[in-house]
């Protein structure tokens, strides 16, 4: 699927988009993004005018119809769908792809970005079952992004919560 596709879905358009998004080029508005396919705003000063202009109920609702469009595009992108998620109000949503989000940045070996989106999942979601993983996720991606000291806080507030062996092994760790 196409970013313009993508929008239509969302926006109800019908008909040919092509003489739009060509005026919207030429006006620098919009660019090429990886292909002619996929489009982005230009600057994110013209993202940030827009979308003061939008009141927030109804950025809440475009972000609720990203959402479904992503989700029934079956879209591979946890962080896009945590930014929706997000922006919807959806809080469990978000916290979920936040955390699907860490897990890639740590496939990627992109630490810091791994422990902000943890810390996302844990503030969206303190209640959250998963909570205590999303804890350790947070703890062993510090570390390797160069921050020890936040990871030995992180490891003892875990370990606060935990009983056993698996408190001792948090506290060590810590």
Same mark, same amino acid.
């Given at each position: 699927?196409?970013?313009?596709?993508?929008?239509?879905?969302?926006?109800?358009?019908?008909?040919?988009?092509?003489? /739009?998004?060509?005026?919207?080029?030429?006006?620098?508005?919009?660019?090429?993004?990886?292909?002619? =396919?996929?489009? $982005?705003?230009?600057?994110?000063?013209?993202?940030?005018?827009?979308?003061?202009?939008?009141?927030?109920?109804? =950025?809440?609702?475009?972000?609720?119809?990203?959402?479904?469009?992503?989700?029934?595009?079956?879209?591979?992108?946890? $962080?896009?769908?945590?930014?929706?998620?997000?922006?919807?109000?959806?809080?469990?949503?978000?916290?979920? =792809?936040?955390?699907?989000?860490?897990?890639?940045?740590?496939?990627?070996?992109?630490?810091?970005?791994?422990?902000?989106?943890?810390?996302?999942?844990?503030?969206?979601?303190?209640?959250?079952?998963?909570?205590?993983?999303?804890? =350790?996720?947070?703890?062993?991606?510090?570390?390797?992004?160069?921050?020890?000291?936040?990871?030995?806080?992180?490891?003892? $507030?875990?370990?606060?919560?935990?009983?056993?062996?698996?408190?001792?092994? /948090?506290?060590?760790?810590?």
């Amino acid at each position: 699927w196409s970013c313009v596709d993508l929008l239509r879905s969302c926006g109800g358009l019908a008909g040919d988009e092509r003489p /739009l998004v060509a005026l919207l080029r030429s006006d620098r508005f919009v660019r090429s993004s990886g292909s002619a =396919q996929r489009i $982005e705003i230009y600057h994110d000063q013209i993202r940030e005018k827009l979308a003061a202009l939008v009141p927030p109920d109804d =950025q809440r609702r475009i972000h609720g119809l990203m959402v479904r469009a992503l989700v029934a595009r079956r879209a591979d992108d946890p $962080e896009a769908l945590y930014s929706h998620y997000r922006g919807a109000g959806d809080h469990v949503g978000a916290s979920t =792809q936040a955390a699907l989000a860490a897990r890639k940045a740590d496939a990627a070996l992109a630490f810091d970005r791994a422990a902000s989106f943890y810390r996302s999942a844990l503030e969206l979601a303190p209640d959250s079952p998963v909570r205590f993983e999303w804890q =350790q996720g947070l703890a062993e991606s510090l570390p390797n992004a160069g921050r020890p000291p936040e990871a030995a806080q992180v490891y003892r $507030e875990a370990s606060a919560g935990a009983h056993g062996w698996r408190q001792v092994d /948090l506290r060590r760790r810590a």
